[in-house]
Structure formats: structure tokens, C-alpha cells
């Protein structure tokens, strides 16, 4: 069967031929005068999304013009396929489908964006792995591998917050010679500040979470072929040296570059937010505390490097439970200088 390509959102244009479907030979004896009509449909017994426009290119020779417009082509999926019939009808007789395709529908650069970055882009995976270029599914809304890479983003959080766990004191009752002991717990500020990419991602974060996306990509790869092993050395050579790389990385957080979000309001207090900062701008607000009784609050940005940001709070049961960013602003770009620093030492790459 004949396959059709359109990108999404764009116009078509095809000549097609009638083919008898019992043995594949050209059909003959059209006129001028069948009238032609066509359906698009996602298969099955679906119904039919929408009717292209068709006409006769050259009756005589059984050849049809078929045309998708624009506006068409732009509620299909994107890496979707679907079929195509095209029937010629004649006054007095049955309409026959003379020609039958599929189409598939290509991605086309919208205006969306991944609502988490990751402290890598694909062409960071191919230093390391320049194989990798021949798995990469242009169809598909992976943008490069995001998931692995989305996946080592979150892998290496993890690691940075629980190296940066406070020191929690409890009074131990039982033993009342030791009455004070530690309690390790997570760094709820260091995980949000993380939330907000206040990370400064130098060449070396690149490397590590490089090279742990390249380990779980391989892991796929093993599991879709289980009897090569080839995969399996791969995803424990990469997962090893991305663990191996994390004990002489330095985890450096700027908080300085970023707007401090203030919350004011004539009844409510205790909010606290965070400014996410993506190119430049603020993308998202992160609440930290809801606080409570807020009726109208007021949401400003001061300090940091940028200017004219500004956002509004969504407030349920007088709790600020998000925000809404109405401008990004401009200027908001990290400082080379961290505010807090540590290394992360040795861990198990499982």
C-alpha cells in the first residue's frame, strides 16, 4: 500500500492512481463525469475526520489530484497514520473505492516547550556516544532523548539534596546521658532551589547526567534486545562512570540571579515562593509555603539580575496554591559565582 507523508499543519498535494485492489491492475473505463469523493480516517470503523478535496487529473488513465489542506493537516497527530480511500461514482451505479493510502503525519516546530529542562541537550549525548544518532526517531515527541535525559536530571537532584541534609536535634527521653542525638533529613530548600534550576550547570553536570541519559538509553536498548549483550555492557559502563564523575563533582547553587517573590496581602501571610529562571526569564513560580488567610494577594518580584517579571496567585481556601506568570521579564541569567557549594563524594551508581 501506497504511503503518503505531510507535515503537520502544512498543504498536500498528491496524483494518485486507481488501482484494482483484486490484482493490482489499472482500472479503465473512468469518464470525466464520475463524480470522485474521499475520506480521511484513523482506521477501523472510526469516522471519518475530514474529506480532502479530489478531482480527475486524467480520467481516461484513471489518475486523481487529491489535496489535504492546511487546516486538515493540522488536527492530526503528529507521528500519526491514517488512511485514505478515494471513490468514483457513476449516475445509476454504486460508488467504487479505486484508490486506498495511508498518510502519515510529521511533526511539525510548534511553540511548546518541556515544562522540566534538562542539564543536557542530545548533541551532548553524542560526545560521548555518536552511535546514539542512529536510534534517534525523528517521528516521535522524545525531543532527543528526553526522558533519559529527564531521568539523569533527576538522578543527580536526588544525589545533590541528600549530600546537603541539615543536622535535625531531638531530645532523647530514654537515654538521658545522651540526650540530644541527629537526625538526618531532607533538604527541602536545597531540593527547591534545585526545582527552580538555580544550579549552575557547568561542563562537568553536563558529563555526568550525559553520560547516565546514555546508560538509560541502553538499558531500553537491552531490554527491546535482551540476547545482545552488547546493550547490557553499554547502560553498566555509562551508569558506572557517571557515578564516578559524581564523586569529584562540586554541586555550585546561584540564588542571587533570580527574583526574590514577595506575597503581600491585607489578611494572609506566610507564603513563600520561588522564581523558576529558563533563558533569561521566569517561567514558572514554585510555592514553597501556602500560608493562609489570603483573600486578594498582590505578587511582586524584586531583586535579582532581571526586571519586569510579574505573576498572580491562585488562591483556594484563602491558601496561595499556585501562580500564574503573566510576564517573564528579561535579564534573569545566572551569576558564574555560587552562593552555596558542596561536594557530593562517592555513591553507588545503582
Not at 536535634?169 to 530548600?189: C, H, K, M, R
Not at 513560580?285 to 494577594?297: A, D, H, W
Not at 519586569?308 to 551569576?335: D, E, R
Request: proline share 5%.
Amino acid at each position: 500500500m501506497l504511503n503518503l507523508e505531510i507535515v503537520q499543519g502544512a498543504k498536500g498535494d498528491w496524483v494518485l492512481g486507481a488501482i484494482n485492489r483484486a490484482d493490482g491492475s489499472t482500472p479503465t473505463g473512468f469518464l470525466a463525469t464520475d463524480t470522485l469523493t474521499a475520506k480521511v480516517w484513523a482506521g477501523q470503523a472510526q469516522a471519518a475526520l475530514f474529506t480532502p478535496t479530489v478531482s480527475w487529473n486524467d480520467a481516461t488513465q484513471g489518475y486523481v489530484n487529491l489535496s489535504v489542506a492546511a487546516a486538515q493537516s493540522a488536527g492530526l497527530d503528529a507521528g500519526g497514520v491514517y488512511q485514505i480511500q478515494v471513490f468514483a461514482s457513476r449516475s445509476g451505479s454504486d460508488e467504487s473505492c479505486i484508490c486506498w493510502v495511508t498518510l502519515t503525519c510529521l511533526p511539525a516546530a510548534g511553540t511548546a516547550t518541556q515544562s522540566i529542562t534538562t542539564y543536557c541537550v542530545d548533541t551532548d549525548l553524542l560526545t560521548y556516544a555518536p552511535w546514539l544518532e542512529e536510534l534517534v526517531e525523528s517521528t516521535s515527541d522524545t525531543e532527543g532523548f528526553y526522558d533519559q535525559r529527564y531521568r539523569a536530571r533527576q538522578w543527580l537532584d536526588r544525589i545533590i539534596v541528600s549530600r546537603a541534609r541539615p543536622l535535625a536535634f531531638i531530645f532523647n527521653i530514654s537515654t538521658p546521658l545522651t540526650p540530644w542525638g541527629p537526625v538526618e533529613a531532607p533538604n527541602y530548600v536545597i531540593q527547591g532551589y534545585l526545582q527552580a534550576n538555580y544550579l549552575l550547570v557547568r561542563d562537568s553536570t553536563v558529563e555526568i547526567v550525559a553520560r547516565k541519559a546514555i546508560g538509560h538509553i541502553c538499558e531500553k536498548q537491552f531490554s527491546l534486545d535482551p540476547n545482545n549483550p552488547v546493550w547490557e555492557k553499554r547502560a553498566r559502563h555509562f551508569h558506572g562512570t557517571a557515578a564516578n564523575r559524581v564523586a569529584t563533582y562540586r554541586a555550585e547553587i546561584n540564588i542571587s540571579s533570580a527574583p526574590l517573590v514577595t506575597v503581600s496581602d491585607p489578611t494572609g501571610g506566610g507564603a513563600q515562593a520561588l522564581a523558576v529562571i529558563s533563558g533569561g526569564v521566569v517561567t514558572q513560580v514554585l510555592p514553597q509555603q501556602f500560608g493562609s488567610g489570603y483573600t486578594s494577594p498582590t505578587v511582586a518580584f524584586a531583586q535579582g539580575t532581571g526586571t519586569g517579571a510579574a505573576a498572580t496567585a491562585i488562591v483556594s481556601g484563602g491558601l496561595i496554591t499556585g501562580y500564574t506568570v503573566t510576564s517573564g521579564g528579561v535579564g534573569f541569567y545566572q551569576k558564574e559565582t555560587p552562593d552555596i557549594a558542596f561536594n557530593l563524594g562517592m555513591i553507588s551508581w545503582r
